[in-house]
C-alpha cells in the first residue's frame, strides 16, 4: 500500500462496483463498517486480508489502512461510525455475523437520504445495539511478516489445490516441518492446516461470486470431493455453497 489516502469521515451510503474493481488503499478518523449485500468484498490491511460473504460484516477501526476489491457484482453498503463511539470496544479490524435483522437494518441506512432526521437517528441506534450483538467470526487470513513464511503462503495462495504436506514445503524453501510449524504458530497465530482451509475457503468465497459450478470450486480449492467442501464451508458459514451461489 504506497499512496494512502486519507478521508477523515467514513461515508455511510450503498454503491455498486464491478467484479475486480477496487477501491485504493485509505483510512478514515472515524470507524466503519463494511458490508456486501450482494457478490463477496474483500478487504485488506497490512494484517491481512478479510473475505465476506452477505452473511458477514467488517469492522473496521478508525485510522486502519485498508483496500478494497470487489468479487461479483458488488451491493456495498458503508456505515460509518464516529471515533468516540466503538459500541464492539475493539481497535483492530474484525469479521462479523450479521443477522437477519441487522442485514435489513444497515441496507435501510446505507439507502436513506443524507440527513439526520429523528426516524434516521433512532434507525442509526437500533443498527447500534445489534451491532454490539453480533458474533465475531474467525475469517481472517492473517499476513505473514518473515520472508521465509511469505513465501510458503503465497506459493499456496498461487494454487489453492497445492496438496503438498508442511514437510514437503519446508524442503521447497530449505527448513524443517517443525520450524516452519512454529512459524505458523508465532507469526500467524494458527496451524497450518487453520492457514490453509481459511485460504481455500476465502479463494472459494471469491470462486463462487464468480458463478464457477460448485463442483469446479472445491476441486479448484483441494478439496478431496465436493461433500467434504460443502461439509466445511456449510460449517464456517451456515449455508451451502450451492445457496450462496445463488445469493451473489
Same mark, same amino acid.
Given at each position: 500500500?504506497?499512496?494512502?489516502?486519507?478521508?477523515?469521515?467514513? *461515508?455511510?451510503?450503498?454503491?455498486?462496483?464491478?467484479?475486480?474493481?477496487?477501491?485504493? /488503499?485509505?483510512?478514515?478518523?472515524?470507524?466503519?463498517?463494511?458490508?456486501?449485500?450482494?457478490?463477496?468484498? =474483500?478487504?485488506?490491511?497490512?494484517?491481512?486480508?478479510?473475505?465476506?460473504?452477505?452473511?458477514? /460484516?467488517?469492522?473496521?477501526?478508525?485510522?486502519?489502512?485498508? #483496500?478494497?476489491? #470487489?468479487?461479483?457484482?458488488?451491493?456495498?453498503?458503508?456505515?460509518?461510525?464516529?471515533?468516540?463511539?466503538?459500541?464492539? =470496544?475493539?481497535?483492530? *479490524?474484525?469479521?462479523?455475523?450479521?443477522? *437477519?435483522?441487522?442485514?435489513?437494518?444497515?441496507?435501510?441506512?446505507?439507502?436513506?437520504?443524507?440527513?439526520?432526521?429523528?426516524?434516521?437517528?433512532?434507525?442509526?441506534?437500533?443498527?447500534?445495539?445489534?451491532?454490539?450483538?453480533?458474533?465475531?467470526?474467525?475469517?481472517?487470513?492473517?499476513?505473514?511478516?518473515?520472508?521465509?513464511?511469505?513465501?510458503?503462503?503465497?506459493?499456496?495462495?498461487?494454487?489453492?489445490?497445492?496438496?503438498?504436506?508442511?514437510?514437503?514445503?519446508?524442503?521447497?524453501?530449505?527448513?524443517?516441518?517443525?520450524?516452519?510449524?512454529?512459524?505458523?504458530?508465532?507469526?500467524?497465530?494458527?496451524?497450518?492446516?487453520?492457514?490453509?482451509?481459511?485460504?481455500?475457503?476465502?479463494?472459494?468465497?471469491?470462486?463462487?461470486?464468480?458463478?464457477?459450478?460448485?463442483?469446479?470450486?472445491?476441486?479448484?480449492?483441494?478439496?478431496?470431493?465436493?461433500?467434504?467442501?460443502?461439509?466445511?464451508?456449510?460449517?464456517?458459514?451456515?449455508?451451502?455453497?450451492?445457496?450462496?451461489?445463488?445469493?451473489?
Amino acid at each position: 500500500m504506497q499512496e494512502i489516502r486519507h478521508t477523515p469521515v467514513a *461515508p455511510t451510503r450503498t454503491q455498486h462496483l464491478a467484479s475486480g474493481a477496487c477501491i485504493d /488503499a485509505h483510512r478514515h478518523d472515524d470507524h466503519q463498517i463494511i458490508y456486501a449485500g450482494r457478490g463477496t468484498i =474483500a478487504v485488506t490491511t497490512v494484517a491481512g486480508t478479510w473475505v465476506t460473504p452477505a452473511t458477514r /460484516a467488517i469492522w473496521v477501526p478508525a485510522g486502519t489502512v485498508h #483496500a478494497h476489491q #470487489a468479487h461479483g457484482q458488488l451491493e456495498l453498503h458503508l456505515v460509518g461510525v464516529p471515533s468516540r463511539e466503538n459500541p464492539l =470496544a475493539l481497535d483492530e *479490524p474484525a469479521v462479523l455475523g450479521v443477522s *437477519p435483522l441487522l442485514r435489513e437494518l444497515i441496507i435501510s441506512h446505507t439507502n436513506a437520504p443524507e440527513g439526520q432526521s429523528d426516524e434516521q437517528l433512532r434507525l442509526r441506534a437500533v443498527l447500534l445495539d445489534q451491532l454490539r450483538l453480533a458474533p465475531q467470526q474467525p475469517l481472517h487470513l492473517p499476513a505473514p511478516s518473515t520472508p521465509l513464511l511469505a513465501e510458503v503462503c503465497d506459493m499456496l495462495r498461487s494454487d489453492p489445490a497445492d496438496g503438498r504436506s508442511l514437510a514437503e514445503l519446508g524442503r521447497r524453501v530449505g527448513t524443517s516441518e517443525r520450524t516452519l510449524s512454529r512459524m505458523f504458530r508465532r507469526d500467524l497465530g494458527m496451524s497450518f492446516t487453520q492457514w490453509r482451509t481459511q485460504m481455500r475457503l476465502h479463494h472459494a468465497l471469491v470462486l463462487l461470486s464468480e458463478k464457477t459450478p460448485v463442483t469446479s470450486v472445491a476441486h479448484q480449492c483441494g478439496w478431496s470431493s465436493a461433500s467434504t467442501f460443502i461439509d466445511v464451508f456449510r460449517r464456517t458459514f451456515g449455508h451451502t455453497p450451492g445457496s450462496h451461489h445463488n445469493a451473489v
